[in-house]
């Protein structure tokens, strides 16, 4: 079992940047591939970026692709994701997700996910 709790968000102006981060409990967190999702009102939940246990490999979503980052330290058992460039249409609900496998971008293909932090981006 995987307990995610995430922080960070809040309200930035369009342009500005922002961190979310993802607390993971337990002891085998290198073992999960994490995700950021986000999803906001009247639409369906949406990748943002994974990132693999080693940090090999990360993957983005065509809509955050060069403006946003994701990260993880795994001593801390932390995922971040590093919003820059924000855009009111980044406007939403982010959450953390985490998978036994890697590379998912299919919210079907994590097992754990935590309550979200919303983001909300002024124009």
């Known amino acids: 079992q995987v307990q995610l709790v995430e922080s960070g968000g809040g309200l930035v102006q369009a342009g500005g940047s922002l961190r979310v981060s993802c607390v993971a409990s337990?002891?085998?967190?290198?073992?999960?591939?994490m995700g950021w999702f986000r999803q906001a009102p009247g639409k369906e939940r949406e990748f943002v970026a994974t990132?693999?246990?080693?940090?090999?490999?990360?993957f983005y979503g065509d809509s955050v692709k060069g403006r946003f980052t994701i990260s993880r330290d795994n001593a801390k058992n932390t995922v971040y994701l590093q919003m820059n460039s924000l855009k009111p249409e980044d406007t939403a609900v982010y959450y953390c997700?985490?998978?036994?496998?890697?590379?998912?971008?299919?919210?079907?293909?994590?097992?754990?996910w935590g309550q979200g932090t919303q983001v909300t981006v002024s124009s």
């Open positions: 997700a985490a998978t036994s496998g890697w590379g998912q971008r299919r919210p079907g293909g994590y097992e754990f």
């Open positions: 337990g002891r085998t967190f290198s073992h999960y591939g």
């Open positions: 990132i693999c246990g080693s940090s090999s490999y990360r």
